[in-house]
């Protein structure tokens, strides 16, 4: 805790809650809100988002949607909230200013490691009719070029011998049996990761896993009947939460909140509306419930996500600490997303009735300036490998099928090549590759920088890499072009080229 010397502000609880200002206070009752929600994965980004938009429909329409949040690798969380009664703040913040609230839609915070029993009794409750994700895209243990369970996984295969709970697909799927045994009835597992066709994607897992776990007799077909599996696409950029925050909000609120969360003003949640007992009135919250959710979800994966992994990558290499640094003022890669979004990724979109794709593209680019969130570069970098598919490789392959040579997608590709393989920013920094991946990359690596080799290492590991990619001729030729470059010129001079 960073109290000093002599603090005495109190902590945030359901006592201390009495003494702050109206305005900030929960728009539910804390006190008498029932659990209807297992979220996996109770990070910052679920805290801002999904837990927000539950509270506001809770309040507008009332219903006992209150969150049971399960942590998963650490204690963490349940350690920040519990003592606050699961309360917590957000602060939404711009350079224009920031609003606080303290958000009551959390009731429980539970630590799969140390009660796995616990949270597979919430899973099979009756009164659970929606258990949620955020796990990141790691969480899956899928491979991203294929979709397909990684099998070789030592975690899954674990699982898969005993029935643990050490991947949430062996909780979920451990959740889902008991629910079948209890007879707890219908439910909806709602994946909120930035996976393409995230609910298809999730079905096919837990399926694979169901019918190879020890529960398998009849659960796949049960979860067929009794689980749907809706698409979702959810945005709101939530850096990691930092002790400066924790001290800014405590003095700001007159109570210490260890699990605070700071976000920016935006936001925006587009569900498929396919709820097999129930939902929450997200609508009255703001969400868009929709029967297709692909178009809006490749939008935001490619536009939002594919011009951050590709501004992370380009930071990282020129020393940029924060993605404000990379494309507010002054700063160096503004004119090379503008060109990735308009030339490589809004060709391959199909865009809904009424969305303005130029306009979204330019308020990016203003969310990504945003001066007042402090969103590391780093934070963005990781994971390269299981991001990278879904967000550069999948635009790249339709611009290729379609003759093209997208080179500022390309550049993308190539930065995250030079980051892994450099392991160092130009200016001589050490870089951290931190990526479920990594070992397996400097292994086949062996520390060589040599551009050509480094493509063609990287282009051989297929679970990143479908085939169709990596034996196109010609985008090698472009990626060993543009590696050559970022390892000869910098990232900051390689962007102005290919930005033209
Ligand atoms: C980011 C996302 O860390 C990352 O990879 O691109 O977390 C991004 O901030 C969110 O998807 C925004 O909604």
Sequence with gaps: MAAGRGDVTPRLNLSTLEQLPRDVAPTVDPGTLAVGIVHLGIGAFHRAHQAVYTEAATAAAGGDWGICGVTQRTPTVVEQLSP???????????????????????????????????????????????????????????????????????????????????????????GL?????????????????????????LSGLVAEFAG???????????????????STMVDRITPATTGADLDHVAAALGARDEGAV?????????????????????????????????????????????????LAYLGQLADREFMSDTVGPGAPFAAVVRRLMATDMA???????????????????????????????????MDGSQKLPARLLAPIRERRRAGEEPLAATLGVAAWMRCVSARRSDGGRPLTVDDPLGDEIADRLAGSEDPPMVVDTL???????????????????????????????GAERTAQRVAG
């Design 177 to 201: 049996a008991r629910r079948r045994v209890r007879d707890g009835g219908p439910v909806t597992v709602l994946c909120c990761d930035n996976l393409p066709d995230n609910g298809r994607v």
């Design 212 to 230: 190879r776990s020890p529960h398998a007799d009849g659960l796949a077909d049960w979860i067929i009947d009794n689980v749907t599996f809706p």
């Design 459 to 489: 282009l051989g590991m297929s679970q990143i890499f479908d085939e169709e990619l990596a034996t196109d001729g010609q985008w090698r030729a472009l990626l060993c072009e543009q590696v050559t470059s970022l390892t000869r010129d």
């Design 84 to 174: 606050q009664d699961n309360l917590y703040t957000v602060t939404e913040r711009d350079g224009a200013g920031e609003r606080l609230r303290v958000i009551g839609a959390v009731r429980e915070t539970l630590w799969v490691r140390a009660d796995p029993d616990g949270v597979s009794e919430r899973m099979a409750a009756p009164t659970t009719r929606v258990i949620s994700l955020t796990v990141t895209e790691k969480g899956y243990h899928h491979d991203p070029a294929t979709n397909r369970l990684n099998l070789t996984d030592p975690a899954i295969e674990a699982d898969l011998a005993d029935g643990g709970t050490r991947t949430v697909l062996g909780q979920l799927t451990g």
């Design 347 to 381: 060709p391959t979109l199909a865009v809904p009735d009424g969305f303005d794709l130029s306009a979204y593209q330019q308020q990016l680019l203003d969310r990504f300036a945003n001066p007042a969130l402090r969103h590391r570069t780093s934070q963005v970098a």
């Design 262 to 310: 700071v976000t920016e003003p935006f936001t925006q949640w587009v569900i498929e509306d396919d709820f097999a007992a129930g939902r929450p009135a997200w609508e009255r919250a703001g969400a868009i419930m929709t029967t297709d959710v692909g178009p809006y979800e490749q939008i935001k994966l490619r536009l939002l996500n594919g011009s951050h992994s590709t």
